[in-house]
C-alpha cells in the first residue's frame, strides 16, 4: 500500500449505527439517490423506506446507518417475514432492503460491512434466517445461496433466480421444504409511491440498461 493510501485511510472515520428520527431525511434522500432509474424510470425504495418504519413487521433494532466522516453513506433496514413448511409448520425469518449505499461511495465494500453487521447484530437477537431478492453478484460473496439449494420457494411453488437465502444459523432449514411470504409492507402502491416522489426535489426518470437487466432477472425461475 502506498504512504499516501494508508494516510487517507486514517484520516476516514466510518461508524455504524443504529438510525435515528433525525436521520431520516437523509437516509430517503440517500436511498432515493441510490435507486433511482437503477430498476424503474424512478424508484419506490424511498417510499418505501418512508411507510416501513410505521409497520408492526419493521424491526428497528436492526435498522442501521453507516456514517463516512460524520456523514450518512449507507443504510440496511430489516422487516419480519415468514417460511411455512409442507406441514403446515410457520418459522419468522427476516429480509432486509432497502440497504443502499449513496452513489459517490459505491464500489467500496460498504453495502457488504452494512450487511455483515446486521448480521451478527441479528443472531445476537435470536434470528437465524436471512431471504431476500436481488442481484446474485451483490450477495454471493456474503454466504446467500440459491432459494432453490434450501428448497425455499414461492408460495405458488416457483423458485426466482433472484431470491437468496443465508442460513445464519448453519443447518437450520435442512430437512424440509418451505415457501417464503413477504411481509405486507413490501405490496407498494406504486400511485401512492408516485404521489410522495413527486413532493420531493425533482430528479429525471429515464431508461437505463441496468432496468433490461432486473426486468430479465426478475423473470426469471429455476425448474
Known sequence: MKEGQ??????????????????????????????????????????????????????????????????????????????????????????????????????????????????????????????????PSNYVSSGFKSCKKYQVSLENGTFPAAMMVKELIPGVLEGGKWSYSDSPVMAISEEEAARYDDTLERMEKKWLPSQEEFYILSHSTMS
Open 6 to 135: 494508508r494516510e487517507l485511510e486514517q484520516q476516514v472515520n466510518l461508524r455504524i449505527r443504529r438510525e435515528e428520527p433525525q436521520d431520516y431525511e437523509a437516509v430517503e434522500r440517500i436511498t432515493r439517490e441510490a435507486f433511482y432509474n437503477l430498476y424503474i424510470p424512478g424508484c419506490v425504495e424511498h417510499y418505501l423506506v418512508h411507510i416501513m418504519r410505521e409497520h408492526p413487521d419493521f424491526i428497528p433494532q436492526l435498522d442501521f446507518v453507516l456514517e463516512f466522516n460524520g456523514t450518512i453513506i449507507g443504510n440496511i433496514m430489516y422487516t419480519k417475514a415468514k417460511l411455512k413448511k409442507e406441514s403446515g409448520e410457520e418459522k419468522e425469518i427476516l429480509t432486509f432492503g432497502p440497504l443502499c449505499v449513496a452513489p459517490a461511495y459505491q464500489r467500496r465494500g460498504y453495502g457488504k460491512m452494512l450487511m455483515e453487521h446486521s448480521f451478527q447484530e441479528a443472531r445476537k437477537l435470536g434470528w437465524d434466517t436471512v431471504v431476500i431478492f436481488g442481484s
